[in-house]
């Protein structure tokens, strides 16, 4: 009988040892992350920027992942922003705030949610900003509206074009009433940039939410969104409750709001440096370059000039 017992032991043994789940920091380790089809290599997504080979989905991708792909590894430069006083409210919950920026920023390596990079894409000098959804939720605070102030304001200066790929919830609730007027900074700091006739491109990466879509995000003289973006200011369910209908299944997703008019057009990852430089070229009317993109068909071309007017 004890090898009886010693069968039912082990069965026990490896129940207990399947109901067992991975840590996040077991996931973030592991050479494995999951989409459609079940895992997937992590080194066969970043071969593919950080794009899914099978069902096309768009992962998220950080600040560095962002400028590496639109410029090119070593070709650009990181541009060091403003940081203000941090937890200006001594905020608490079950952690200080300032546990939660420390937390945030060892994991991802950056100072605040939003970086700038400035280089060049066709030939032409270009300022651009990115917000890590790793950060916090890619939320806004006092740094992130200093950060972006900052590049409109090096834009300005230097007479480039603005680029921004939009990533987050919204405002931080950790800074409340300071978080909510980065709003209007931004927006007023856009105004200049207008002021300027330079050209203010935004790129909506999944997902874009909250404060982020309704102040600076949709401002710009063209709306360029990742396929499958979750682009939103409130959920859908407090929509769907609201008005009572039924929304499409789509809703709020970039190919929705393509349809709706509140975007221009949807850009592969792989494809955003070439289009965006050949609206750049459009915008600044250097026609030269234009004709000298010759994998662009008439179709791309007349799809993205209706974008650009």
Same mark, same amino acid.
């Given at each position: 009988?004890?090898?009886?017992?010693?069968? $039912?032991?082990?069965?026990?043994?490896?129940?207990? $040892?399947?109901?067992?789940?991975?840590?996040?920091?077991?996931?973030?380790?592991?050479?494995?992350?999951?989409?459609? =089809?079940?895992?997937?290599?992590? =080194?066969?997504?970043?071969?593919?920027?950080?794009?899914?080979?099978?069902?096309?989905?768009?992962?998220?991708?950080?600040?560095?992942?962002?400028?590496?792909? %639109? %410029?090119?590894?070593?070709?650009?430069?990181?541009?060091?922003?403003?940081?203000?006083?941090?937890?200006? $409210?001594?905020?608490?919950? &079950? /952690?200080?705030?300032?546990?939660?920026?420390?937390?945030?920023?060892?994991?991802?390596?950056?100072?605040?949610?939003?970086?700038?990079?400035?280089? /060049?894409?066709?030939?032409?000098?270009?300022?651009?900003?990115?917000? @890590?959804?790793?950060?916090?939720?890619?939320?806004?605070?006092?740094?992130?509206?200093?950060?972006?102030?900052?590049?409109?304001?090096?834009?300005?200066?230097?007479?480039?074009?603005?680029?921004? %790929?939009?990533?987050?919830?919204?405002?931080?609730?950790?800074?409340?009433?300071?978080?909510?007027?980065?709003?209007?900074?931004?927006?007023?700091?856009?105004?200049?940039?207008?002021? @300027? @006739? $330079?050209?203010?491109?935004?790129?909506?990466?999944?997902?874009?939410?909250?404060?982020?879509?309704?102040?600076?995000?949709?401002?710009?003289?063209?709306?360029?969104?990742?396929?499958?973006?979750?682009?939103?200011?409130?959920? /859908?369910?407090?929509?769907?409750?609201?008005?009572?209908?039924?929304?499409?299944?789509?809703?709020?997703?970039?190919?929705?709001?393509?349809?709706?008019?509140?975007?221009?057009?949807?850009?592969?990852?792989?494809?955003?440096?070439?289009?965006?430089?050949?609206?750049?070229?459009?915008?600044? /009317?250097?026609?030269?370059?234009?004709? &000298?993109?010759?994998?662009?068909?008439?179709?791309?071309?007349?799809?993205?000039?209706?974008?650009?007017?």
């Amino acid at each position: 009988m004890n090898w009886i017992k010693k069968t $039912l032991n082990l069965g026990e043994k490896i129940k207990k $040892l399947l109901k067992v789940r991975p840590t996040k920091k077991d996931i973030e380790n592991s050479e494995w992350t999951s989409c459609c =089809k079940g895992p997937i290599l992590k =080194k066969d997504l970043e071969n593919n920027l950080w794009t899914c080979g099978l069902c096309g989905k768009h992962h998220r991708i950080n600040c560095i992942q962002r400028f590496d792909i %639109f %410029f090119g590894k070593n070709n650009y430069e990181t541009l060091n922003t403003p940081i203000p006083m941090d937890d200006p $409210l001594d905020w608490k919950d &079950s /952690k200080t705030y300032k546990e939660r920026l420390k937390q945030a920023r060892k994991n991802t390596g950056q100072e605040t949610a939003v970086m700038i990079a400035k280089g /060049k894409i066709n030939n032409i000098d270009v300022t651009v900003g990115a917000i @890590n959804f790793g950060f916090i939720g890619g939320s806004v605070g006092a740094a992130e509206g200093e950060a972006i102030i900052y590049g409109i304001q090096h834009a300005i200066d230097n007479k480039t074009p603005f680029i921004f %790929f939009p990533c987050g919830g919204g405002q931080r609730m950790f800074e409340s009433p300071i978080a909510l007027s980065q709003m209007t900074r931004t927006t007023l700091a856009v105004n200049e940039l207008k002021k @300027n @006739n $330079l050209p203010y491109i935004i790129c909506f990466t999944d997902p874009t939410a909250g404060g982020i879509t309704a102040s600076f995000a949709m401002l710009g003289d063209v709306s360029l969104a990742e396929p499958g973006a979750l682009i939103a200011f409130a959920g /859908k369910r407090v929509i769907q409750a609201t008005v009572k209908e039924d929304l499409p299944e789509n809703f709020q997703t970039s190919e929705h709001l393509q349809k709706c008019g509140f975007v221009d057009l949807i850009v592969e990852r792989k494809d955003l440096s070439k289009k965006i430089g050949t609206l750049l070229s459009i915008l600044l /009317k250097q026609n030269a370059d234009i004709s &000298s993109v010759s994998d662009e068909t008439s179709e791309d071309i007349n799809s993205i000039t209706k974008a650009a007017s």
